[in-house]
């Protein structure tokens, strides 16, 4: 199974731009499968649906979106398996900006609005720094020179990744995402990893304690000053 | 070295072919854009900025010199062939003038030191001066507008030169357009302004979408261009008075200059 995993901000153009570029596979008789993450609510499902792609959707609920599409996976390449199909995309929801979901071996695709300001590559994190393909959505509604700054920020943070200027409306460089695509790689579960770990995760309020109060909090504790302190026995 | 664009045509709005199939803009011309609003100028010139190949709404295809440009000829700034001055000037970017202009000129890969030269071109268009330290967000229309003019004569200095309605931005909009259409460049410029439209060679007429016809400058229009433009200077001297406080209670024909 040849796995494509796509991140980035709600709102980015993610699943648009999916829709376009899977048509284009469809056109060239590509058989894929779509998983759609998200945590409580998405009706994306039914627009990949209506292009006539098999889709799942996934709701994490209060699990984190990215952990929950990480486990799994197994489950996800046994259903594209079941579709006969070739390509597996996973669609994650994107929150918190700390996660990659991307694994070493998956063709790892980052959407990201042009509109949200030249800074933003500098402060997504390692879904822009680790992903091969930074996809650039919404470039029509600034400036050129907005744009080409916006583009250079990208590489600033990640020099390797190719950078594709897409539309999700007209479906403008959607053409060029697909040929990304169909050359990705095979990958076996086996030995693979994810490219960045996972965040540390082992405070109090991981496992559901509400209280606000700085004495209600035990665990791995990092200080607004910067200092790391572990709290408890 | 370009010589020549070719737009070969693609579909209107109703998605019916447009009329007009092809229109090659050789070196050194400045082509006109007009059509009333809603009618695809704006998407025209987008799809030129791209070098469109039939992925854009109007499935038009770009060529330059016959030949179809490379994925990286289209999107790597640096070897960008299009200079593209456009109506979306909202400054997202949350940092001063003179970063700005800096970063961008590393973008295109020119020198730093041309910051001062744009701010110092920017003011001559401009009542109201610019300066290096300013936020980009407080600019006002008229300098933005001016800002990005100088930017794109001389940092996005590229042989092929859009220019989407200069005549809404609130600054001298002949400098302007002289400034922006260097020697040998292919300028296209989007416009209402009958000035502005007659001082081209040709232009294009869109129609819901679509490109209906393409009318060459007769050499009477050319002619009227000069005395529009002594009309239009006029206006321009009047609204100073205006801006300025001034009371404007009668004008003399005469002072036209006709």
Not at chain 1, 121 to 147: C, H, N
Not at chain 2, 105 to 115: D, P
Request: glycine residues 8%.
């Amino acid at each position: 199974m040849k796995i494509i995993i796509v991140a980035g901000t709600p709102g980015s153009g993610k699943t648009a731009v999916l829709i376009h570029a899977l048509r284009n596979l469809k056109e060239r008789n590509i058989k894929s499968s779509v998983i759609k993450i998200d945590c409580l609510y998405t009706d994306d499902g039914k627009k990949f649906e209506k292009i006539g792609i098999p889709t799942k959707v996934g709701l994490s609920m209060d699990m984190c979106p990215d952990h929950y599409a990480i486990y799994n996976i197994e489950d996800m390449i046994e259903w594209a398996d079941e579709n006969n199909s070739e390509y597996l995309i996973v669609e994650t929801a994107g929150l918190c900006h700390r996660c990659a979901p991307y694994t070493v071996n998956s063709l790892g695709i980052c959407v990201i609005d042009a509109t949200s300001g030249p800074n933003t590559p500098l402060k997504v994190g390692p879904f822009l720094s680790t992903a091969d393909i930074a996809v650039i959505t919404k470039g029509d509604m600034i400036s050129q020179a907005e744009r080409e700054i916006f583009r250079e920020r990208i590489l600033e943070v990640n020099p390797n990744c190719k950078v594709i200027e897409a539309n999700g409306l007209s479906g403008q460089g959607c053409i060029e995402l697909a040929q990304e695509i169909i050359k990705s790689k095979e990958v076996s579960l086996e030995e693979e990893q994810l490219r960045h770990s996972a965040p540390l995760a082992v405070c109090t309020l991981c496992v559901g304690e509400t209280k606000v109060n700085k004495k209600h909090h035990r665990g791995i504790l990092r200080r607004i000053d910067g200092f790391q302190t572990y709290e408890g026995e | 070295m370009i010589d020549k664009i070719t737009i070969i045509g693609g579909y209107n709005k109703q998605g019916e072919k447009e009329p007009v199939e092809k229109v090659i803009i050789k070196k050194g011309e400045i082509f006109g854009v007009v059509g009333p609003t809603g009618s695809g100028k704006s998407s025209l010139i987008g799809d030129i900025e791209q070098l469109a190949q039939k992925d854009t709404f109007s499935k038009r295809k770009i060529l330059v010199n016959n030949k179809k440009p490379s994925y990286d000829d289209r999107t790597n700034p640096r070897k960008k062939m299009v200079a593209q001055l456009s109506q979306n000037m909202n400054f997202l970017a949350d940092m001063s003038v003179g970063d700005f202009l800096s970063l961008h000129a590393k973008c295109r890969g020119a020198s730093s030191k041309c910051v001062d030269a744009v701010i110092k071109l920017a003011n001559t268009l401009t009542g109201e001066p610019i300066k290096s330290d300013h936020e980009l967000t407080i600019l006002s229309g008229g300098q933005s507008r001016a800002l990005m003019v100088a930017d794109v004569a001389i940092i996005s200095n590229s042989p092929i030169v859009l220019i989407d309605e200069i005549e809404n931005a609130g600054i001298k909009k002949h400098d302007a357009l002289k400034v922006l259409s260097g020697h040998g460049k292919i300028v296209m410029v989007v416009t209402h302004d009958p000035v502005l439209a007659l001082m081209t060679d040709r232009r294009i007429v869109m129609k819901s979408g679509g490109m209906e016809k393409v009318v060459g400058t007769t050499p009477a229009e050319k002619s009227l261009s000069k005395k529009l433009n002594k009309i239009d200077e006029f206006m321009l001297s009047l609204r100073d008075k205006v801006r300025n406080g001034e009371v404007i209670e009668d004008i003399e024909m005469g002072d036209v200059g006709l």
